[in-house]
C-alpha cells in the first residue's frame, strides 16, 4: 500500500518554485549580469512555507549568519561571520534602514510578508551602496507585481498576519504590503524555574509586543529600459522589554510605548543613449522612539535612578547616482556617488534637545568584464569619508554644551572573480578593503551609566578574503565556503575601565583582529521531498590580547530543513537549528548555552488557500539569546494563507 502512495506523490507533486516577482531596481549585486550563491538568499516562497514572520526569523537561514534577541531593547539583530549588524548596514531595496546613532535597526520589527526575497552580501558588497560597512551588506527586496491583480492573504494564531495586494497595468504598476501582529506575553518552558517575582507561573510578563507595517509603491515603466518608482515604507510598534531573570544583573523595567518608521523613497533607471545608463536612488527617513524606564515592577512610577522617558527623533536625508557605460559588449564601467545625511536628536522628559549630525559620502568607480561566457572580472575603488557637524551634550550643572567634532576619510577597494565552468558549477573569488566609522553612540553614549564615552573612537579597517563554490548534479547540490577577515583598530567592549564598578566598559580600538571559518551545505530534491542543510564554523582572535572574548558569537551553527509531500499534497515539515555557546561579556565571566531547536508543521493546500498545523520548539527547550532573557517555550499554532494570482 504505501509503495502505491509514494508512486502517486512522485506523478502528482511537484518541487518548489520561487513565485513572488523581484523589485529589480531595489537590487544591488556585485556581479550585474552573473546569478548570485542561492544559500545567501531567502525567497519568499522560502518565508511562506517555513511560517516566517519577521526578517530576523527568515535571517536565521543564511549560512555563517547567527541571529541574536537582545534582551536588554527586546530587539533582534545578528552576527555575521562575527561581524555585529551594527556594523552590517541594511537595505530596503538598496535604501538604508539603519538608525543614524546607533546604526541598528530591530529586525524583529519587520514584516518578512512584505520582500520578495533578501539578499546577503557575506563579503562582497558592492561599493555602489555605499559607505560605512565592514564588508557585508544584508538588502531587503521588495514586491514587484507582474499581472493585473496579484493578492495574498495568511493569518496565523500567534496573532501574526499580511495581506499583499499588486497590479500590474501597461506601463504602471502599484503594490500595497501591509502586516499586523499582536503577540501576548509568551510561555517559558515547563523546566524554567518559576519562583521569579517577574514570572506569572511560565508566563514571561511584559513581553508582549503590537507592530503594524505598510510598504507601497508606484510604478511606471514608459518602456523596455525605463522605469520610476516612488515608495513608501511604514513601520508602528509597541514593545515592552521582559525584565533580566539571570544572577550577573539587576532588573529594569523598561517599554517603548513608540518604535515608529517612516521612509520614502524614488528610484530611476533611464537609458540615456545605448550605451548609457543613468540610475538614481533619493530617500527621506524618519525614526522616532520612545523609551520609558519605570522605578520597578508596577511600571506606575519614574521618581528614582530608574525613572525617566527617552526620546529620540532622527531623520536621514540620502542620495545615490550612477552612471553605467557599456564600453563593449562584454564590459560595463560604472560610476558613483553616494551621500547621506545623520541627525540624532535626543533628551529625557522635561530637559533641552541635543544635537549631533554628520554626513556620510563616497565616489566610486567600478569595471565589469565579461571574459567570456563562463568568466566574469569585477574590481572597484572608491573615497569614502564622514564629516562630523555638530556635536551637542547636555548635563544638568552646565546645560547644553557643544563638543568638538571629527572627521575621518578612507580608500576602499574590491576585487572579485566569477567563473561557471558548466550551467550547473558556480566559483566566485572576493578579496576587499573596507572602512567602518565609529557610530555617533559608540563615541558619545554613557548608555544609560553602563559605559563610559569615548569621542576619540577610531575608525575599523577591514580586509575580506573569501572563497565559495556552489555545484549541481541532477537532483543534489552543495556549496562550499571559505572565508578569512583581518580587522584593524577593532572596536571591542572592554571592562574593568573604572575601578569603582567592575562591570562599567568602554568602547575602544583594541589593536588587530581575525576572524576565519568555512562554511558547507547540501540540498536533495524530489517531486516528494525537499532537504537541505548547513553548517559554519567560526574562529575569532583578538591578536593583540588573546584572553579577550567576542560577544554573542557562537563558533558553530548547524541548520536542517525537510518536508516531505508523501500523498494528497499533504506537506510534512521539520526544521531544525542549533548553536553552540556564546559569550556575553568580554572577560568570559558570563555566556549563553548551546541549543538546539525543532520546529514542525502539517499543510495542505486546497485550492488556492493552505491550511497548516504547526508547534515551535517541540521539545520545549530552554534557551537564550542573550544571557538572564530566556526565549519562548513550546507553542501550539495554526495558519492560513490565500492566493490570487
Known amino acids: 500500500m504505501f509503495s502505491v502512495l509514494l508512486?502517486?506523490?512522485?506523478?502528482?507533486?511537484?518541487?518548489?518554485?520561487?513565485?513572488?516577482?523581484?523589485?529589480?531596481?531595489?537590487?544591488?549585486?556585485?556581479?550585474?549580469?552573473?546569478?548570485?550563491?542561492?544559500?545567501?538568499?531567502?525567497?519568499?516562497d522560502f518565508i511562506k512555507s517555513a511560517d516566517i514572520q519577521r526578517v530576523s526569523e527568515a535571517l536565521n537561514w543564511v549560512p555563517g549568519l547567527i541571529v541574536q534577541e537582545t534582551g536588554v531593547r527586546s530587539e533582534a539583530g545578528f552576527m555575521l561571520r562575527g561581524f555585529s549588524s551594527n556594523d552590517v548596514p541594511i537595505y530596503i531595496d538598496g535604501v538604508p534602514m539603519t538608525a543614524p546613532y546607533d546604526g541598528t535597526v530591530d529586525l524583529y520589527r519587520l514584516p518578512a510578508g512584505m520582500l520578495s526575497k533578501i539578499d546577503v552580501s557575506k563579503s562582497a558588497s558592492s561599493l555602489l551602496l555605499g559607505g560605512n560597512t565592514m564588508g557585508p551588506s544584508v538588502n531587503l527586496i521588495s514586491r514587484q507585481p507582474q499581472k493585473p491583480l496579484e493578492v495574498h492573504f495568511d493569518v496565523n494564531t500567534l496573532w501574526h498576519s499580511n495581506l499583499n495586494v499588486g497590479g500590474r497595468w501597461n506601463k504602471w504598476f502599484a503594490q500595497a504590503d501591509l502586516s499586523y501582529a499582536n503577540v501576548g506575553n509568551f510561555r517559558l518552558p515547563h523546566s524554567y524555574p518559576t519562583d521569579s517575582k517577574y514570572l506569572d507561573g511560565h508566563k514571561r510578563l511584559n513581553s508582549k509586543s503590537r507592530d503594524f507595517g505598510l510598504n507601497a509603491k508606484v510604478g511606471y515603466v514608459p518602456n523596455a529600459t525605463d522605469e520610476y518608482v516612488v515608495g513608501y515604507t511604514l513601520v508602528r510598534a509597541k514593545k515592552h522589554i521582559p525584565p533580566y531573570l539571570g544572577e550577573n544583573g539587576k532588573a529594569q523595567f523598561r517599554i517603548y510605548p513608540d518604535w515608529d518608521k517612516d521612509e520614502v523613497y524614488f528610484h530611476s533607471r533611464t537609458q540615456l543613449t545605448p550605451v548609457l545608463t543613468l540610475k538614481s536612488r533619493l530617500w527621506y527617513d524618519t525614526f522616532k522612539n520612545t523609551l520609558d524606564s519605570y522605578d520597578d515592577f508596577t511600571y506606575s512610577t519614574q521618581k528614582?535612578?530608574?525613572?525617566?522617558?527617552?526620546?529620540?527623533?532622527?531623520?536621514?536625508?540620502?542620495?545615490?547616482?550612477?552612471?553605467?557605460?557599456a564600453t563593449s559588449g562584454s564590459n560595463n564601467l560604472k560610476f558613483g556617488a553616494n551621500y547621506k545625511y545623520d541627525m540624532h536628536r535626543s533628551h529625557n522628559e522635561g530637559e533641552p534637545v541635543a544635537h549631533i549630525s554628520e554626513g556620510i559620502y563616497s565616489f566610486v568607480v567600478e569595471d565589469e568584464a565579461r571574459i567570456n561566457p563562463q568568466m566574469s572580472a569585477t574590481a572597484s575603488l572608491g573615497w569614502f569619508a564622514r564629516q562630523g557637524y555638530k556635536v551637542e551634550e547636555y548635563n544638568k550643572k552646565s546645560g547644553i554644551t557643544e563638543m568638538p567634532n571629527s572627521h575621518d576619510g578612507n580608500l576602499n577597494a574590491l576585487a572579485a572573480f566569477d567563473y561557471h565552468p558548466s550551467a550547473d558549477q558556480h566559483f566566485r573569488f572576493t578579496v576587499g578593503r573596507s572602512s567602518l566609522y565609529a557610530r555617533m553612540k559608540d563615541r558619545y553614549s554613557y548608555k544609560l551609566g553602563k559605559a563610559i564615552p569615548n569621542p576619540d573612537l577610531g575608525t575599523q579597517n577591514a580586509v575580506n578574503l573569501d572563497a565559495a563554490y556552489e555545484g549541481r548534479w541532477k537532483n543534489l547540490s552543495w556549496e562550499v565556503g571559505a572565508f578569512y577577515n583581518f580587522i584593524n583598530d577593532i572596536i571591542q567592549e572592554v571592562t574593568g575601565v573604572d575601578e569603582s564598578d567592575p562591570k562599567i566598559y568602554q568602547l575602544q580600538n583594541r589593536g588587530k583582529a581575525q576572524y576565519r571559518g568555512f562554511e558547507v551545505g547540501a540540498g536533495y530534491q524530489l517531486s516528494w521531498l525537499t532537504a537541505n542543510a548547513n553548517y559554519s564554523y567560526i574562529n575569532q582572535k583578538n591578536m593583540d590580547n588573546k584572553d579577550l572574548k567576542f560577544l554573542n558569537s557562537p563558533q558553530s551553527k548547524f541548520t536542517a530543513f525537510l518536508e516531505l509531500r508523501p500523498i494528497w499534497q499533504l506537506r510534512l515539515q521539520g526544521r531544525l537549528l542549533a548553536q553552540n555557546k556564546a559569550y556575553s561579556s568580554s572577560d568570559g565571566s558570563t555566556s549563553t548555552a548551546g541549543f538546539a531547536t525543532i520546529d514542525l508543521s502539517l499543510a495542505r493546500k486546497v485550492w488556492k488557500t493552505d491550511l497548516k498545523v504547526g508547534v515551535l520548539n517541540v521539545a520545549d527547550r530552554v534557551y537564550e539569546y542573550t544571557e538572564g532573557f530566556p526565549m519562548r517555550g513550546r507553542t501550539w499554532y495554526a495558519s492560513v494563507s490565500f492566493d490570487l494570482f
Open 7 to 44: 508512486l502517486s506523490s512522485l506523478l502528482s507533486a511537484q518541487p518548489l518554485t520561487d513565485s513572488v516577482k523581484v523589485f529589480h531596481l531595489g537590487e544591488v549585486t556585485v556581479f550585474e549580469h552573473q546569478r548570485n550563491f542561492k544559500t545567501n538568499q531567502i525567497s519568499a
Open 304 to 325: 528614582g535612578k530608574q525613572g525617566w522617558t527617552s526620546i529620540y527623533s532622527d531623520y536621514a536625508l540620502g542620495a545615490h547616482v550612477d552612471l553605467d557605460w
